[in-house]
C-alpha cells in the first residue's frame, strides 16, 4: 500500500514504519526532516505538511497518528489548546481533503484514545460504551473523532482508541521505570483505578491488520484483552524486575505535582477489544505479565 502518516516519528508511527517498510511505501509529515530521514530511514518520503499534497487520492490509506504527548506537561489552558490544535486541526483538514478527492484514499485509520470513555469502575467497556461523565480527554477525544468521522460517508474510517502503550525504553513505561529500578515501585493512590495497556507490537500488527480487513471500520478499542487494576500492574512490573514492591504514591501527592493530569493516574477504565477478537485478531501479549517479559 501507498500510505501517507501524520505522526510517524512517534512511538507508534516509528515502530509500524520498521516494521512495514518493506510491505508498503510511506510518506510522512514531519517539521524536523532531518531528524526524521534519521529515524526513519530513506525509504520514507517526507513532507512538511499535508499543504503540500496536491491529490490525497494517490495514498491508499491514511494513518493519522499526529498530535502532542498528552502526558508530557501539566495541563494549563495554553497546553491543553496545544493538544486539541494539535488533534483536532490536521484530522479536519484530512477528513476534507479526503471528501474533496476524485478517488479517495481506501482507509481512514485515525488516532483517539481510551480517554474517550471517561472515569470507569472495573465493569469491562466495549466499543458500544460511551461517556457517563465529561472531563478534559472525553471531550478532547469526542472532537478528534467527530471531525476524522466527517469522511466516512466517503472512506472507510476507523477511529483507533489506544490504551497505555507498553515498549522497551520507551513511552510511558520508560516514565515508569526508574523508581522501579531502585526498588521505590508502587502503586497510584489507592490502586483500584483500572488500566488499559496494550503491548507496541501488538500495538502495530493490529493497525495493519485493520488495513488489511475492509469489513472493520468505526471505533476499535486498541487495548489488550486484559486490564488490571494499578496495584496489579504496578505488582506485576516490580516481580517482573525482580525489585521490591512497598512504596505508594498518594493520591494528593499526584493532585499536587501534575493538577487536573493526575486523573490520567488516579483514574482508569476497564476497556476491552471485542472488535478485534471478534474479528479474529489474536494478540501475542494477552497478559500484563507477558507484555513486562518483552518490554522491559
Known sequence: MNILM?????????????????????TVTTR???????KLGDKVTLLSSID????????DAIINLQGEGIADKRW?????????????????????????????????????????????????V???NVA??????????????????AAEGTTRVVL??????????????????????????????????MMSWIQLDDMIRAIQYLLEHDNLSGPVNMTAPGPVTNEAFSRTLASVMNKPHFMRVPAFVLKLGLGEMSSMLLEGQAVVPDKLRNHGFEFEYPTVRE???ASV
Open 132 to 149: 457517563e461523565h465529561k472531563d478534559f480527554a472525553v471531550t478532547l477525544c469526542q472532537e478528534w473523532e467527530r471531525r476524522a468521522l
Open 76 to 124: 494549563s489552558d495554553s497546553r491543553k489548546q496545544a493538544l486539541k490544535d494539535s488533534r483536532w486541526q490536521v484530522t479536519e483538514k484530512l477528513a476534507a481533503m479526503i471528501n474533496k478527492a476524485e478517488k479517495p484514499p481506501k482507509a481512514f485509520l485515525s488516532g483517539s484514545a481510551i480517554g474517550y470513555y471517561g472515569p470507569r469502575d472495573a465493569e469491562p
Open 6 to 26: 501524520t505522526g510517524g516519528t512517534g512511538l507508534i508511527g516509528s515502530a509500524f514504519i520498521h516494521k512495514y517498510q518493506d510491505t508498503h511505501q510511506f
Open 291 to 293: 507484555a513486562f517479559k
Open 160 to 193: 483507533l482508541r489506544t490504551g497505555v502503550v507498553l515498549a522497551k525504553g520507551e513511552g510511558a513505561l520508560a516514565k515508569m521505570l526508574p523508581p522501579y529500578k531502585f526498588g521505590l515501585g508502587g502503586p497510584l493512590g489507592k490502586g483500584n483505578q
Open 52 to 59: 503540500e499534497i496536491a491529490d490525497i487520492g494517490q495514498f
Open 32 to 38: 524536523n526532516k532531518e531528524g526524521a530521514s534519521k
Open 126 to 128: 466495549n466499543e458500544d
